[in-house]
């Protein structure tokens, strides 16, 4: 029954944007003229999408993203990132060395294998297995994600804010690992 509502609420957003064809706007017509609550919906639906439409826009302040974005920094409380810092790392970690092997035996077996069809077989249903686990095991590191956002919103932001600098450590520890060649 929900399902069957949300194609309807589907097909009434389709209508209202233009993008049905002809026939698709007969049969919704047909229904809506069938059911008095869905075509009480439609018509509100279709002047608020109306009232939208000529509703005059305009452009957000120059530099609001970076106020924005600075009076978040000011509020997020720096004990809770240092809490939880260890443990993303330390979850992340643990993904890499559990996948960084588990690549290469599958690797091999998968070489292995290639040669007959029972292995093979057996081969697919193991990492299959193994991925499943590994799904299993990311589900449970965005759940405590998830859980960290909800209590600070500010966390994601600082997070976001994060990635250019770890992108750039990145980096640098690149060229600080390349060799000099001037050095014999």
Request: proline fraction near 4%.
């Amino acid at each position: 029954m929900a399902n069957e509502r949300n194609k309807r609420l589907m097909q009434i957003q389709e209508a209202l944007d233009g993008v049905q064809s002809a026939d698709t706007m007969r049969e919704l017509r047909r229904q809506l003229d069938s059911d008095e609550a869905e075509s009480a919906a439609f018509e509100r639906l279709r002047k608020t999408d109306q009232l939208l439409r000529v509703a005059p826009t305009e452009a957000a302040p120059e530099g609001m993203a970076l106020k924005i974005l600075t009076r978040l920094a000011e509020r997020l409380n720096p004990r809770l990132l240092h809490e939880t810092s260890p443990a993303v790392a330390l979850g992340l970690a643990a993904v890499a060395l559990i996948l960084t092997p588990l690549l290469a035996v599958v690797g091999w077996l998968a070489i292995a294998a290639v040669s007959s069809a029972a292995i093979l077989g057996s081969l697919v249903d193991q990492v299959i297995t193994i991925l499943a686990a590994l799904m299993n095991l990311l589900e449970s590191l965005v759940a405590g994600a998830r859980d960290i956002m909800a209590t600070s919103p500010e966390a994601a932001v600082l997070l976001m804010a994060l990635i250019p600098i770890a992108v750039l450590w990145l980096v640098r520890f690149r060229w600080d690992d390349l060799p000099d060649d001037d050095v014999i």
